[in-house]
């Protein structure tokens, strides 16, 4: 009492001509610390006092503090890291620093958060930041060089397309490698959910701006939790949620326009004519009237030269608007959004649409309640108007845009003089002058004019929880999640040219419901013993069910062919499809964490899952991932040898575990299966499905060792990691001899792989001045995979592109996909030939036309040849799967202006460029001007043959040939971003809180040896074993945007 | 209270959570699992199964027009409208590969269809025999038998040297005669071609002896193995295999000795008189010994494999001027030139014109016609001889559709002239019904060139297909043909 007393006598004194004990008014502003911007509505509050007030527009408060209260001031800020500053002057300026630092250093995992230093499992964090008003459809096409060891590749321009992501390399080779999505703690659908010809990634439905953190759990100490679908990694996406505060309103909107870019130049109409009348003259069947190629005058006079590409393509628009409100009391925070995006693609017709609204609210009933949930719906929209031919299995497609583009003669036009559309028959364009050979397939003007294949999702993902606090340091929770993805489809094919013209138009219509619930319920003790030893407890189980049911019909022959809607009449029986399908998983698991003063740490987890597709005996399945962590610099050492002048942390982990894979197993893989059909009006009953009764979950060991280090106050952090996923009884569609005549290729746990590699992350704050500051952002990644068992006695599989180019072939001992051709060694200069080379060594020569009696193969030396094949002369040439990848961010400021760079990289791969082998094949399809440099001449050094008219040999059509392949090592300018924050005495004119404006380019630059559009490619998607194949895809576009942000 | 409210609230989640069992162990709601051979356990199960061996053959890949499509443009009488791969281009132009869709996926189709007969008949001796009783058993087997030497044959007829090559000495194929439901290791080499036909021709006696005599309508007298179904094939083979003396005694079977030809047990097949009824709806004539059924809406024929589609809806292949419609012999006025329709100047085959989206006319496997001509050659052949009974079975054919001309002796100066007329007729009667390459195979003759495509000699590594890669790289016993 005493002292207090003297105290508060200096504390008087001190403050000198103010002598008396009475109140005090404090004025000043309070700032971002970053740009200095001013923060209108950041509350300032007495301390433990129910004195406060706000500041206003212009960041300015003022307050009077009571006589004999504390002499401090908290200010607190959505968003911002809270302040408690002591009051020394009438005038008090404050500067708040944003807490997206704070927020990187916590980490989502699964069913809770840890903070990040003590973690000791591998995980990659990407924040809103990073994800927000990008140029994308969904958030997983942005994650791309943003976390080191996630592989992100988006395989073509068409829209919403799901992108292929691998978490440390490919972990299965017939099931699939994608990760486990969980949203909101309830795992999701994913992939392409479209029935329809446009792209529908089932996680665009989460508007970007919605998501808080993306946390990807790399190794089994942090993923084992999710048991037998870790394998792949897990991406843990959690959205926002309100904080305590005003009400913040935020805006965000964007307008971009995508162009295509790296078109393959092609012939015009008089390079394709006379070229292909020079291969007919050369294969000896030229004749003007009745087999030559030809120009012909449109309308105007002018002799047609059409450019597919503008009729192919055009520039696409895009805007994306998104509101939200979000805000709490001491009780209950709440965040809703509603957000609407329109995006019109580069190909014709191929748009997106989506709205969505975001509901999630918290509150906390007492001292022992909390409760809360979400609701989340969006509605989109994939639109088409048919085949773009670059999903997978679309390459070969007759329709395939990318293809039609590319390979239509040029010299005929999509309408005749007259103004009908030019046809030839049902499925063909019309030949105009040409006679005697078709000049393309469907004509792409009137199936895109006409067509129509549109998507439709409708996705409701809910849940509600209620937990009980029971004690200080244990509490009970319950959630109960749904998930429901129904997608409809419509499609149109028009009764002129197309598909379907033959039969003059057909409608189709389909629908699929799938809904899935997911129940948790969860134990949570967290205890601190004699204050060194922490440990936390958590006990649960879970049950997901998924039931998924669709329904489709078909309707031919328009009677009316004015009409082009699934209502309107048709003359043919309808034709029906329907399908069904169930799952369920039910789970025990457990983490146990314990560390003792922040300096050692151990986690361990366990999870049971009993999963309904397996075989009866093999249903149940026990996963773990144990973890260690030291962190060095807090031991007394450290600071003895005056280490932690430098390192402010120093920590080792290291981690292993088994969990497994389950993601695209067969709802009923285990059984032998008969099927109905129907022959002369009667039921059939035959073979339809070999199964394996003692099927499993595919197996992943991982080992995980590395350490993360700060410097100088964590300014400079470095993250390294060793990882080897050893994958144990992988699934493998156990290729069996077609003589064996099963119905199904059955599936056994019999292949075995690994993936091995090293991850390096180094972040800094090179330059954080009031003005200026510099923040570098690297990762690298190396990975290694290689299989290691196929089934038995089998040392290779091969894996076609679109069912009909066996362009890929795994083998035991190397890397799942590699690039499976005949060699070729240029082209004779003596005659014109490619040269291919034998199994034994020796050059064959092809001439696709000669004189009666040859063989059309030669050796060197003119004698006969038997000719090649890829099965007798094919070899695994290149590996598609880059060795290095990874990302490089640079985000600058300076003063209210900010850029930020992205570039990514993929580098030590090739891919296989299918599309070339079309540009030069010699049937009548259009050619890449190289076909130019043919050779014409003796002793002509080139690397084209010379033509003659149908030779689909010599260049790659008929079977792959390594002159179609190439190096795909690429580093793309993937985003810049050029940003101005408005200052602070604007915003007050217009009642805003912040706003900023920017502007942003995608796929600006990229430096590559690739020939082909773009080399981040795929035409089979995200198949694991058929990567690195580029055949009749559409490239990614190049996009620019423009956007404001507003906070009110 | 608080507290007992938590603690219901935990009880409850603890006995509603944990785990339903019963989703645990899903059933399928549309397929029959083979556990305990279910698909044997009722007699509908196993007429069903039946029929499931006739719609193995009937695939698109195979009976449904594939098979017949590749055996029409690896010959002379198409010319190709359209340079796909995916419609049989590789084989027009002779430039299949291992891996060509054609030569991998008919290879599969067929064995497909071989394996189902071998787990029927397998099945039918384990449980199906005692639940549909022996009468009816023995029916089915036969019928699987027959099927299977269907096969067989065709198989032999694209991926193995013609049986004159060597007497049959040459690779056929690998000889599956069990059934196979797991995975497993099935190496198995090439049985020669002679050994192939040997087994073929057991089936068919099998066969013969166990399908029924007839049915009770013509459909599936048409759809569905009867003796002279099997018969009528055996002519065919043993033809393929120049046993002329075997194809007189087989078809003498089924085919009187003088005219009207037809056969005198078992179901009444005989020429119809005009040829145009056969093929159309519906399609169940009596000359129609053995057909593939398609029906509008329910069971269509494929996109790219039907007929029609190739010949004519799709117009992906047009008539060669101067394949056999050039022929100077086909008169003008032969019913049988109705089916040259011109789109333009080009002439197309609609005898399938049924065309997008149903493709439902019916794909002949084998007319009464063709056992006819067949005896009529073997007839010659073994006699060499312009004999008499096998010029009036050549008048038979050529006369329904041709009544102005007659055959006489005079008309053949050797009994070479007399066999080539036969041949001629055959390509007449059956054009686009894919007799073409087999014809020319069984006889080593050259196929002869068309547009801008080469003839291909019997000494030709095109004459006939490679096997199937997949078939190559999996069984380590197998071999290429070189």
């Not at chain 1, 090739?910 to 076909?931: E, H, K, P, V």
């Not at chain 2, 099927?147 to 690779?171: E, T």
Request: proline share 4%; hydrophobic share 35%; aromatic share 12%.
């Amino acid at each position: 009492m005493r002292r207090q007393l003297l105290a508060i006598m200096l504390l008087v004194c001190a403050i000198g001509t103010q002598l008396y004990a009475q109140a005090q008014t404090v004025t000043g502003v309070v700032t971002d610390k970053a740009d200095g911007s001013p923060l209108p509505g950041v509350s300032v509050m007495v301390p433990g006092s129910k004195t406060g007030t706000q500041t206003g527009p212009t960041g300015r408060y003022s307050i009077v503090i009571p006589a004999g209260g504390p002499k401090t001031l908290k200010f607190t800020y959505i968003g911002y890291i809270t302040q408690t500053v002591a009051v020394t002057r009438a005038t008090l300026d404050v500067t708040l620093e944003n807490d997206a630092k704070t927020l990187s250093e916590v980490v989502v995992t699964g069913y809770g958060t840890q903070r990040k230093k003590d973690m000791v499992g591998s995980v990659a964090t990407v924040t809103a930041e990073d994800l927000v008003n990008k140029p994308v459809q969904s958030f997983d096409q942005a994650l791309g060089g943003k976390a080191a060891g996630v592989q992100i590749t988006i395989p073509n321009g068409v829209l919403n397309n799901p992108p292929v992501i691998r978490v440390r390399g490919i972990n299965s080779i017939s099931l699939s490698s994608y990760p486990l999505i969980v949203v909101d703690g309830i795992a999701t659908y994913t992939g392409d959910v479209s029935g329809s010809s446009a792209a529908g990634n089932a996680l665009a439905s989460i508007n970007p701006n919605d998501i808080e953190s993306v946390d990807i759990l790399k190794d089994a100490a942090a993923a084992a939790i999710y048991g037998s679908r870790a394998a792949n990694g897990v991406l843990i996406i959690t959205t926002k949620k309100g904080k305590k505060g005003k009400p913040v309103v935020s805006y965000d909107a964007w307008v971009g326009q995508t162009k295509i870019m790296n078109m393959p130049e092609l012939l015009d109409a008089f390079q394709y004519t006379e070229l292909k009348n020079t291969a007919l003259k050369n294969a000896g069947t030229y004749n003007a009237a009745t087999m030559s190629f030809n120009l012909v005058n449109d309308a105007n006079g002018n002799p047609i030269n059409t450019n597919w590409y503008d009729v192919v393509y055009r520039k696409g628009t895009a805007h994306s608007n998104s509101v939200s409100l979000a805000g709490g009391s001491e009780t209950t925070n709440y965040y809703f959004s509603g957000g609407y995006t329109g995006q019109k693609g580069i190909i014709r017709k191929n748009d997106y649409n989506r709205a969505n609204a975001l509901l999630k609210i918290d509150h906390k009933e007492g001292n022992i309640f909390n409760m809360g949930g979400k609701i989340q719906f969006s509605n989109e929209q994939n639109l088409a108007a048919t085949s773009s031919g670059s999903l997978s299995g679309e390459a070969f497609g007759t329709g395939g845009l990318g293809r039609l583009a590319i390979v239509t003669a040029p010299n005929v036009a999509v309408r005749n003089n007259d103004g009908t559309y030019n046809v030839q028959t049902a499925s063909t364009i019309g030949r105009m002058g040409n006679k005697g050979s078709d000049v393309g397939f469907y004509n792409p003007g009137t199936v895109l004019d006409l067509d129509r294949s549109n998507n439709e999702l409708n996705h409701l993902q809910s849940n509600v929880y209620l937990q009980a606090n029971i004690l200080p340091w244990l509490n009970a929770k319950t959630t109960y999640g749904v998930d429901y993805l129904l997608s409809d489809n419509d499609s149109f094919n028009n009764p002129i040219n197309g598909g379907s013209a033959a039969s003059l138009g057909s409608a189709s219509e389909s629908y699929t419901k799938n809904k899935r619930w997911v129940w948790t319920n969860t134990i949570q003790a967290d205890r601190t013993f004699m204050a060194k030893h922490s440990v936390s407890l958590l006990l649960g189980n879970e049950q997901q069910r998924s039931v998924g049911r669709g329904f489709g019909a078909g309707r031919t022959t328009l009677s009316d062919l004015a009409f082009n809607d699934f209502t309107a009449g048709y003359t043919a029986a309808p034709s029906n499809s329907a399908s069904f399908g169930e799952n369920y998983l039910v789970s025990f698991f457990s983490r146990l964490s314990y560390d003792f003063d922040k300096k050692y740490f151990v986690t361990g987890n366990i999870r049971q899952d009993e999963y309904s597709a397996f075989g009866a005996g093999n249903k149940k399945g026990i996963f773990y991932g144990v973890g260690l962590g030291w962190e060095v610099a807090k031991e007394a050492f450290w600071e003895k040898a005056g280490l932690d002048k430098v390192f402010s942390s120093f920590k080792f982990r290291g981690s292993y575990g088994t969990v497994g894979n389950i993601n695209g197993l067969g709802n009923l893989a285990s059984y032998s299966f008969y099927s109905t059909g129907l022959y002369a009006g009667a039921s059939t009953l035959v073979p339809s499905q070999t199964g394996n009764d003692q099927i499993a979950w595919e197996e992943s060991r991982k080992f995980d060792a590395g350490f993360n280090l700060g410097i100088m106050n964590d300014k400079f952090t470095a993250e390294f990691a060793y990882y080897k996923n050893d994958l144990k009884g992988l699934i493998y569609n156990v290729p069996q001899i077609p003589s064996v005549g099963l119905p199904s290729t059955p599936q056994a746990n019999i292949a075995s792989m690994y993936n091995k590699g090293v991850e390096l992350t180094l972040n800094a704050q090179a330059v954080a001045t009031k003005n200026f500051s510099w923040t570098p952002s690297f990762n690298i990644s190396y990975n290694k995979n290689v299989v290691t068992a196929l089934s038995e006695g089998l040392t290779q599989f091969i894996t076609t592109t679109s069912s009909l180019e066996s362009a890929s072939i795994s083998r035991v001992g190397g890397p799942l996909g590699m690039i499976y051709v005949v060699k070729t060694e240029g082209v004779d200069p003596a005659t014109g030939r490619r040269i291919f080379i034998k199994s034994d060594g020796r050059k064959v020569m092809y001439q696709h036309v000669v004189p009666a009696g040859q063989f059309r193969w030669s050796y060197e030396n003119g004698t006969d040849a038997t000719g090649i094949s890829l099965a007798a002369d094919g070899s695994a040439y290149k590996n598609t799967q880059p060795k290095f990848y990874g990302g490089f961010d640079n985000s600058f400021r300076y003063k209210k202006f900010d850029l930020n760079a992205t570039i990514t990289y993929q580098l030590g791969f090739y891919i296989y460029y299918g599309t070339y082998a079309g540009l030069r094949d010699q049937r009548f399809w259009n050619n890449s001007t190289d076909m130019l440099q043919a050779w014409t001449a003796p002793n002509q050094v080139t690397n084209i043959p010379k033509v003659y008219f149908g030779d689909n040999v010599s260049n790659g059509s008929s079977f792959p040939i390594s002159d179609n392949v190439f190096k795909g090592d690429f580093v793309k300018l993937r985003s810049i971003d050029f940003g101005y924050s408005l200052p602070g005495s604007f915003l007050t004119k217009l009642k805003m809180a912040s706003a900023r404006v920017y502007v942003s380019g995608n796929n600006l630059l990229f430096v590559t040896k690739y020939p082909g559009s773009d080399p981040e490619v795929s035409s089979n998607g995200n198949s694991t074993s058929s990567s690195g194949v580029d055949r009749n895809s559409v490239g990614n576009g190049r996009t620019f945007t423009a956007g404001i942000s507003a906070k009110f | 209270m608080k507290k007992k409210f938590i603690y219901t609230i935990l009880m409850a989640a603890g006995l509603v959570a944990g785990c339903q069992k019963d989703l645990l162990t899903p059933e399928s709601k549309n397929a029959v699992s083979t556990l305990d051979l279910a698909q044997f356990s009722t007699t509908a199960r196993i007429d069903g199964q039946v029929l499931g061996l006739y719609a193995g053959l009937r695939s698109g890949d195979f009976y449904g027009g594939r098979y017949l499509i590749y055996n029409e443009l690896r010959a002379d009488n198409f010319l190709a409208q359209s340079s796909n791969s995916v419609t049989a281009y590789q084989t027009y132009n002779y430039t299949v590969g291992n891996g060509a869709q054609e030569v991998t996926d008919f290879w599969s189709s067929a064995y497909n269809t071989i394996n189902r007969c071998n787990l029927f008949i397998e099945g039918m001796a384990a449980k199906g025999t005692s639940v549909i009783g022996d009468a009816i058993s023995k029916n089915y087997v036969g019928e699987a038998k027959f099927i299977r030497a269907v096969c067989y044959y065709s198989l032999l007829q694209l991926y193995a040297r013609p049986y004159y090559d060597g007497n049959g000495a040459k690779p056929g194929l690998p000889l599956r005669l069990t059934g196979n439901s797991v995975a497993g290791n099935y190496d198995l080499a090439r049985s020669t071609v002679a050994q192939v036909y040997t087994q073929v021709l057991k089936d068919l006696d099998e066969a013969e002896t166990g399908v029924p005599l007839t049915y009770a309508t013509a459909l599936a007298s048409t759809t569905r193995a009867h003796r002279n179904s099997v018969i009528a094939f055996k002519t065919r083979v043993y033809l393929t295999m120049q046993r002329w003396t075997d194809v007189v005694t087989e078809a003498n079977k089924i085919v009187s000795t003088a005219a009207p030809f037809t056969a005198t047990t078992g179901v009444a097949n005989a020429l119809q008189a005009d040829y145009t009824k056969v093929f159309a709806s519906p399609y169940t004539t009596t000359e129609s010994i053995f057909s593939m059924p398609f029906v509008a809406g329910t069971e269509q024929g494929g996109g790219q494999s039907a007929l029609s589609s190739y010949y004519y809806g799709v117009k992906l292949y047009s008539l060669n001027p101067t394949g056999i419609i050039g022929d100077a012999g086909w008169k003008a006025t032969d019913k049988r030139r109705t089916y040259i329709t011109y789109t333009g100047a080009i002439p197309y085959l609609s005898k399938f014109p049924t065309g997008s989206p149903t493709y439902a006319d019916y794909v002949p496997v084998i007319r009464y016609a063709e056992v006819l001509l067949n005896l009529a050659e073997a007839l010659a052949r073994s006699t060499t001889s312009v004999n008499t009974r096998a010029l009036a079975l050549l008048n038979a054919v050529r006369g329904r559709s041709d009544a102005s001309t007659v055959f006489t002796a005079a008309d053949f100066a050797t009994p070479g002239d007399f066999y080539n007329a036969i041949l001629k007729e055959k390509n007449i009667e059956f054009l686009g019904e894919g007799l073409r390459s087999p014809e020319l195979l069984r006889l080593g003759l050259t196929i002869p060139g068309k547009g801008t495509v080469s003839a291909v000699p019997s000494t030709s590594i095109q004459y006939i297909f490679p096997i199937s890669a997949t078939e190559l790289i999996y069984n380590k016993l197998m071999t290429d043909n070189l």
